[in-house]
């Protein structure tokens, strides 16, 4: 027998709670925000139950989404310490929001109304989160109910598995001009910081992340071969950096009066602690007459280049660290013109013509 019970939260909302009683088997009870939400699925659970298709773990019955994102926090996270501070803050969320809610009252309208509610919300820089942020917010919390279905063993599935995610805007490509990058290198010689010069030529001859380069140490780099190696990349691999040109004189100046106290290329003032850029970093923005520009673009700015000088896609994955063709595929038209030469070229060699 299936009933639905109507229930007003502390904050004032309705919900109904669902629950089925059938003789022989356990009470099932699920929460929703609609009760023809809560209607549909005690039918359909009645159904399954009485078919012999329906089990729910009581382990989901036991535990609740608090419990599942502070073991989640204290056991899993501090093997992924680049996501530690961000990810801890993001499930702090989920927790506000339905932490006293038992797994098995976890359902997928459940999570999506939370994800709506969570795309209207304001961030503290007074803007409305984007769909990129809300996808990460999911991101963290379907993995940590990924890890109780297959190793705690508190789920038979995720709930995530049937919420739909927000789509994403095209993925920007904005790199600088020839005029934008005289005066921003400009800019960035003339600050007052005496290393913003440095880690901004890196990144535009490297490619490399900001946190890739502001976290280097010495023992990375090797003047003689003219090589700088990631141990710690986004995607975990390893990767090489060549040091040619520009970055490698102002990295063999630098090594003149790198600090004992440190082996970090560019500490803070507490040594052990990378520098922060982000003030000097702005203020050559400014001066320099940039709009628009993230420090990441300088990543984008690298990639085109390459383009335009006639790397294929598959070297330009190779010098960014990208596993697949998929993220380089946006710089695809900046190397037409060269793709246009070699197949001019290959039809002089074959037919003896352009």
Same mark, same amino acid.
């Not at 963290?140 to 995720?158: N, P, Q, R, Y």
């Given at each position: 027998m299936a009933y639905i019970q109507q229930r007003v939260t502390i904050d004032g909302r309705t919900r109904y709670r669902a629950l089925v009683r059938l003789?022989?088997?356990?009470?099932?009870?699920?929460?929703?925000?609609?009760?023809?939400? %809560?209607?549909?699925?005690?039918?359909? $659970?009645? !159904?399954?139950?009485?078919? &012999?298709?329906?089990?729910? =773990?009581?382990?989901?019955?036991?535990?609740?989404?608090a419990e599942l994102v502070d073991r989640y926090v204290r056991n899993v996270l501090p093997n992924k310490p680049k996501s530690l501070r961000i990810q801890t803050q993001q499930l702090a969320w989920w927790k506000e929001q339905i932490g006293n809610y038992t797994l098995a009252d976890v359902t997928p309208a459940l999570v999506a109304e939370c994800r709506d509610r969570l795309a209207r919300g304001i961030t503290?820089?007074?803007?409305?989160?984007?769909?990129?942020?809300?996808?990460?917010?999911? %991101?963290?919390?379907?993995?940590?109910? $990924?890890? !109780?279905?297959?190793?705690? &063993?508190?789920?038979?599935? =995720?709930?995530?598995?049937?919420?739909?995610?927000?789509?994403e805007s095209t993925a920007r490509v904005r790199f600088l001009t020839d005029d934008e990058r005289i005066r921003l290198l400009q800019a960035c010689e003339d600050s007052k910081n005496p290393h913003l010069y440095t880690v901004v030529v890196l990144a535009l001859s490297t490619g490399a992340r900001k946190s890739e380069i502001i976290n280097l140490g010495w023992k990375d780099v090797d003047l003689n071969r003219g090589i700088i190696v990631l141990h710690e990349t986004k995607n975990r691999e390893r990767r090489a950096l060549p040091l040619t040109g520009r970055a490698l004189a102002l990295i063999k100046e630098l090594s003149k009066v790198r600090r004992l106290d440190t082996d970090l290329l560019f500490p803070g003032h507490d040594p052990r602690q990378p520098m922060d850029l982000r003030a000097p970093w702005e203020a050559a923005l400014k001066k320099a007459g940039i709009e628009d520009f993230r420090f990441h673009d300088l990543r984008h700015s690298a990639a085109s280049y390459l383009a335009m000088s006639g790397a294929s896609l598959m070297e330009i994955a190779a010098v960014l660290g990208h596993k697949t063709l998929q993220m380089v595929k946006r710089y695809a038209h900046l190397s037409e013109q060269h793709t246009a030469g070699v197949v001019a070229r290959m039809n002089e060699k074959i037919f003896g013509e352009r």
């Open positions: 003789k022989g088997h356990p009470a099932q009870t699920a929460t929703f925000e609609r009760k023809t939400d %809560a209607r549909r699925w005690a039918q359909q $659970t009645e !159904a399954a139950i009485r078919e &012999g298709r329906h089990f729910k =773990s009581s382990e989901a019955k036991r535990h609740t989404l503290p820089q007074k803007q409305q989160r984007s769909p990129a942020t809300v996808n990460r917010y999911m %991101a963290v919390l379907s993995h940590a109910f $990924t890890i !109780a279905v297959k190793e705690w &063993g508190w789920l038979d599935d =995720s709930p995530m598995r049937r919420v739909t995610k927000p789509r």
